[in-house]
């Protein structure tokens, strides 16, 4: 949390300052309020109309600085929040593709939308709020010092009481804001995956089991933030009693110095609210340090910073100008063996097909090429440089992945072939004719600024894998990996992307299929049948 709010010192600045003008005048009005009353009990009119003007201006003025501080802080929590969510990406880009997967989408979605928003509720507005009650606090003792040292004394006892009972509930808030997190971050995913089968339960006329699992997410947000407000509220119900009780001896100390005529009788109509003012301040305060308490959690997640982060896209990349080299690689998911001493080798420019059954480890082994899964034993060398000596980032400069279920931004087919760089006409005709995407598009009215859609679900399964192959070729990738990348595309199409991919020669293809005919075998340069790990092994 202060992180942001050093970073953005000046909006923050601008922000406060407004406040602290606006507190100050709130404070003044309880003294020319003093002053008023002094005019009625003198039976002076004019001091007493003169007075009430000066309110006037006074609260006209408080009326437009207070929007100042409304804009100021409103500019400024939008600057931290999406700072906020520019670290949020940062701290997803730095995970390795393990730890990323480890977690559903809709827990990161959760990050963007519910943290974010609970780091506005509990922290950026309650900072503000706090320096409101610190600067009332501030101006109310120096008030209350012009009237008598006893209710300085008296205002600071019950300031001190105010500020020290909220700590005990600290940790208890702590805990409520983590489950308060966790809780709603589970209710998004559970969201996110009810909507995702909207189609499959309306099919299966299950729409009930929409709208109860709708129900569900909704009720595992909202509970506990219900928990966290009700114990908050019953915690400043607390604290309110308290409050009261001291500021009514406060009140008796004033009426007994105004009878003696230690100080105006008017301060019996001001001095009070100056007393509850600097009370309810610091009682306000302490309540807002519980609400800080309980952004922790939130403020945790985020661990890069995207100003610190370093783009990877920069030296160090792999050289390919012999070959990939895999030898004695062994690899295993949890307990479950997948490779067991695997070894082979990929020359540049030349074009190889991964067969085998289901389990036997193709895809596992494209993903340990691409960096993904670096818990191996064995060796994956390129050039005889070590993969582990480079980042994934470093090894997908040279690589790129297709796999069967393709993700497509929802913007236009361009967009997602570009990914917003810019090509020339050319290298996209290429792109297009070697992905035979070309022909789609002919019939398409709006050609390359077609939307996709959501997920791509304005083109067939075909179209979405056309379009990512010419996503993979117009960036220029020396080592193309497929997962059963043309498993969607009919007979015609499949030969004449898998012609263009096998009959250019500075591509090194890296293919994954279950089936391939004698034919298409003769194609590549060599074909790898990988075998499931034996049974004996599995259970070592």
Known sequence: ??????????????????????????????????????????????????????????????????????????????????????????????KSHTDFHEKDTGEYLSWFTNDVN???????????????????????????????????VAALVNAAVMLLAPQLFTKRMEKLGEACETEQAKATGRLKDVLSGYDVLRSFGREQRFRQGAEVASEQIEKPRFRLRYVKAFITAGFGCVNLGCQMLINLLIGLLSIRGVILQGALMGGGNLVGGLSNSVGNLAQYLLSFSATRPYFDKI?????????????????????????????????KPVLSDLSLTFRKGGKYALTGPSGC??????????????????????????????????????????????????????DNITLGEDFSDAQMEKALRDSALIGDLAAM?????????????????????????????????????????????DQKNADIVEKSLLANPDLTLILVSHHLTPERKAQFTNVYDLEPVPAYRRTA
């Open 361 to 414: 480890g193709k895809s596992t082994l494209l993903k340990l090429l691409l960096g993904w899964l670096p818990d191996y034993s064995g060796a994956i060398r390129f050039d005889g440089a070590d993969a582990h000596d480079f980042t994934p980032e470093q090894l997908q400069q040279q690589m790129s992945y297709i796999e069967q279920n393709v993700f497509l931004f929802n913007s236009t087919i361009r």
């Open 445 to 489: 009215p709006e050609g390359l600024d077609t939307p996709v859609g959501e997920d791509g679900s304005n083109l067939s399964g075909g179209q979405k894998q056309r379009v990512a192959i010419a996503r993979a070729l117009i960036h220029d990738r020396s080592i193309l990996l497929v997962d059963e990348g043309t498993s969607a595309l």
């Open 118 to 152: 609970q780091m506005e509720d509990l922290a950026w507005t309650p900072f503000y709020q706090c320096m409101d009650y610190a600067a009332t606090a501030i101006f109310c003792v120096v008030a209350l010092l012009t009237l008598h040292w006893s209710l300085l």
């Open 303 to 335: 661990t890069v910073r995207a100003d610190d982060a370093q783009d990877e896209k920069g030296g160090g990349q792999p050289s390919i100008n012999s070959a990939i080299t895999v030898k004695n690689l062994t690899f295993q998911y949890d307990e």
């Open 1 to 94: 949390m202060k992180y942001y709010l050093k970073k953005y010192w000046v909006a923050n600045l601008l922000a406060i300052l407004p406040g602290l003008v606006v507190c100050a005048l709130q404070v003044g009005n309880d003294l020319l309020m003093m002053r008023a009353f002094e005019g009625i009990i003198d039976r002076n009119l004019s001091d007493f109309i003169f007075w009430m003007l000066m309110m006037a201006g006074a609260w006209v003025l408080l009326l437009w600085i207070g929007s100042l501080r409304d804009y100021f802080q409103a500019r400024a929590i939008r600057a931290m929040n999406n700072a906020v969510r520019r670290d949020i990406a940062a701290t997803l880009l730095a």
